[in-house]
C-alpha cells in the first residue's frame, strides 16, 4: 500500500461500526461487529484500495476498529483518522507503526486537528484553532522522526518537549507513514504544506477546488513538497439520470424525517471552514457543475462529507474525471446508505471511472 505515485489513481470508502447515515438515525449497541466486517469486506471485494475509521469525540475508538477491519480483511488498506494532540506524538507514532507492521504496511494517518470547539471540549481540548494546527506542526513533526530516526532525538517546540526520543518498531516503509491532511483555514493550509503527502477537500466546486489546489501548492513548495489532492463526494447512482435525481430528492427528504425525528432543529452554523466552503457552496444553488448536489450539506449544516454527485455510473464518473483533470488523484466515496452504495459503488462507480481514465490515456497515446 504504502506511498503512491503522483498519479495513481485511488478511490477510499468509509467504514462505520454500525449502520447509521444522514437518513438513518444510529440504533443499537455502538459497535456492530457483523455490520462492520461485512462493510469492510463489501469495500475490499469492490476494489477500494483504503478505508476511511473516522473520529469522533463519543465515537468507538478509530486505532481498534482498524485493528478489527485489518483482522476480517485481507489487502485493504487504512486510513486512520485522528486527533493530532490527544495522544503523545511518540505514543501514537508507536501505535500506528506496531499497526502497520501487524498489518503489512497497510497503515495511513488522516490527520485531523479539529474543527469546532465544542466537540474539542468533549475531550477536554481547549486550544483555539490556530494552536491547534500549531501543535499538528510539531505532532507530525515529531511522528515523522519517530518512523524513521536511526537513533534517539530531541525536540524542543511550543506544546512538545521530547528528550531521546525513539521507537524500535518502524513502520513497513522506511519513509514512515503516509499523512493525509485536512483543514482549510489558513493555519491549516500552512502546516498542510509542510507535512500533508495527500491534501482531503470535501466535495467542492470545480472553481473551489481549483482554488484550494492552488493555494496548498503554493503552500508546499517552499518546502519542496508536492502533495496529493482528494476529494469526499456522497454518490448517488441509479440506472438513468432521471431515476437519479429523483432518489436525491428522496435522500433529502429522509434526511429531513430523520434530523425532525431527532428532535433536532436547523443546524447551527458552523465552525470549521471547510463547512463554511461547502455551505457557500450551498448558497450558489442546489445543483452546481451540472452533478455536484449541494441540498443536503445545506440541510445539515455541512457537518461533514455531505454534497452528492448524482446521475448514472458513467455521468457521475465523467464528474469525477472532471476533478481528476484540476489534479485530484484520490476519491473518498460514501454513500447515505452505507453498505448497499458501498457494493454498488465497487460494482459500477469505479470500473467506469477506470474505463473512462484508460480510454483517454490511449486517446493521447494514440495522438
Known sequence: MSFLSPDAVEFIGFAAPRHQSEIRAPAGPAIDRDYLRLLAQAHEWGGFDRILVAFYATAPDAI??????????????????????????????????????????????????????????????????????????????????????????????????????????????????????GGASPAAIAVAGRHADTYALWGESLDQVREAIRKVRAAAAPHGRSPRFSLSFRPILAATEEAAWARAEDILARTRATRAAQGLGPAAAPENEGSRRLLAAAAQGNRLDTRLYTAIARETGASGNSTALVGTPEQVAEALLAYHDLGVRTFLIRGFDPLEDALAYGRDLIPAFRRLLARRGAQAEAA
Do not use: N
Open 64 to 181: 481498534l476498529l482498524s485493528a478489527q477491519i485489518a483482522a476480517v480483511t485481507e489487502r485493504i488498506g487504512l486510513m486512520i483518522a485522528h486527533r493530532t494532540g490527544f495522544t503523545a506524538p511518540t505514543v501514537a507514532a508507536r501505535q500506528f507503526a506496531t499497526l502497520d507492521q501487524l498489518t503489512g504496511g497497510r497503515v495511513a494517518i488522516h490527520a485531523i486537528s479539529g474543527g469546532g470547539d465544542r466537540e474539542l471540549a468533549q475531550d477536554g481540548d481547549h486550544l483555539t484553532k490556530d494552536e491547534r494546527y500549531a501543535r499538528t506542526d510539531e505532532f507530525l513533526t515529531i511522528a515523522r522522526q519517530v518512523w524513521t530516526a536511526e537513533s534517539p532525538f530531541d525536540f524542543a517546540g511550543a506544546h512538545y518537549r521530547i528528550a531521546g526520543g525513539f521507537s524500535a518498531v518502524k513502520p513497513v516503509d522506511p519513509r514512515g507513514i503516509p499523512v493525509y491532511f
